[in-house]
C-alpha cells in the first residue's frame, strides 16, 4: 500500500517554456503532499507543501510564481515549473504520506533537463 | 536545520558491518532513513519516533538517542544490494510537514 505515481519519469524542454509534473496517490488520499528537488550529488530540499484545496507553503527562497503548484484534489497535485532555464534541471521528486501511517513514500521522480 | 550525517562515504567488502549517524541541533519528532540509488527515487528503510517506536526493515536496525537528537543507522552482513546513497530526514513536528535531510552518505560494498 501507499504508492505514488509521479509522471513523467523525465522531460526535456527548452529555455522559456514551462513543464508540468504531476504527482499521484494511486492506493489512498492524500491531503498533503510535498515537493523536493535534488541537483546531481547532492541532497533533497524541501520546495514546497502542497495542500489540497489551499494554496501550497513555499520553503524560504523557492519562487512561487515560478514554481506553481496546484493540489485539485486528495490524490492529485502538480507542480508546473514556468519559463524554465537551464539553472532548473534537476530531479524533481514528490512525496506523500498515508494519513496514520508512517514514513513518506516517494514518487519515482522526474529528471527536468532545460536546453 | 539539516541535519549532520556521517561519515560522507564508507567503503566495505561484502559481508562487513556499517554505522551511519545522523545528528540534529533541534529536538526531533521522528528520524526517518531512506536510501537511494542513482537516478531513482528514495525508498524508505526505517521511522525511529520520539518516544522509542520504531518501524522498519528486518535486516536493518536504528536507534535514536533522543537525548542527544542523534540517530544510528546499523547495516549488518552487508550485501552488494546495500550499495547506495543512505539519508536521514528529520520531523521536527508531528503534523507531518515533509522532511529536511542530511546530505547523505554514500555506501560502496565491493565483492
Known amino acids: 500500500g501507499a504508492v505514488v505515481s509521479q509522471h513523467p519519469s523525465w522531460v526535456i524542454c527548452k529555455s522559456g517554456t514551462s513543464v508540468k509534473i504531476e504527482c499521484r496517490s494511486l492506493?489512498?488520499?492524500?491531503?498533503?503532499m510535498f515537493w523536493y528537488r535534488q541537483f546531481p550529488k547532492q541532497s533533497l530540499m524541501l520546495m514546497a507543501t502542497?495542500?489540497?484545496?489551499?494554496?501550497?507553503?513555499?520553503e524560504q527562497g523557492v519562487e512561487k510564481d515560478k514554481f506553481l503548484i496546484n493540489h485539485a484534489s486528495l490524490t492529485l497535485s502538480t507542480l508546473t515549473v514556468t519559463s524554465a532555464h537551464p539553472e532548473d534541471s534537476s530531479f524533481y521528486i514528490c512525496?506523500?504520506?498515508?494519513?496514520?501511517?508512517?514514513?513518506?513514500?516517494f514518487g519515482s521522480g522526474t529528471r527536468l533537463t532545460v536546453v | 536545520q539539516q541535519p549532520v550525517q556521517s561519515p560522507q562515504a564508507v567503503i566495505l567488502r561484502e559481508g562487513e558491518d556499517a554505522v551511519i549517524n545522523c545528528s540534529s541541533s533541534?529536538?526531533?519528532?521522528?528520524v526517518h532513513w531512506y536510501r537511494q540509488k542513482h537516478g531513482e527515487a528514495p525508498v524508505f528503510l526505517m521511522i525511529?519516533?520520539?518516544?522509542?517506536e520504531q518501524k522498519g526493515h528486518d535486516k536493518i536496525s536504528a536507534s535514536f538517542n533522543e537525548k542527544k537528537q542523534q540517530s544510528s543507522l546499523y547495516l549488518t552482513a552487508s550485501q552488494l544490494s546495500y550499495s547506495g546513497t543512505y539519508f536521514c530526514?528529520?520531523?521536527?513536528?508531528?503534523?507531518?510537514?515533509?522532511?529536511?535531510f542530511g546530505k547523505g552518505t554514500h555506501l560502496i560494498i565491493q565483492p
Open positions: 512525496s506523500a504520506r498515508r494519513q496514520g501511517g508512517y514514513g513518506y513514500t
Open positions: 492506493d489512498f488520499q492524500a491531503t498533503t
Open positions: 502542497s495542500n489540497e484545496g489551499s494554496k501550497a507553503t513555499y
Open positions: 533541534k529536538a526531533l519528532y521522528s
Open positions: 525511529l519516533l520520539k518516544g522509542g
Open positions: 530526514g528529520t520531523e521536527i513536528g508531528g503534523g507531518a510537514d515533509g522532511l529536511t
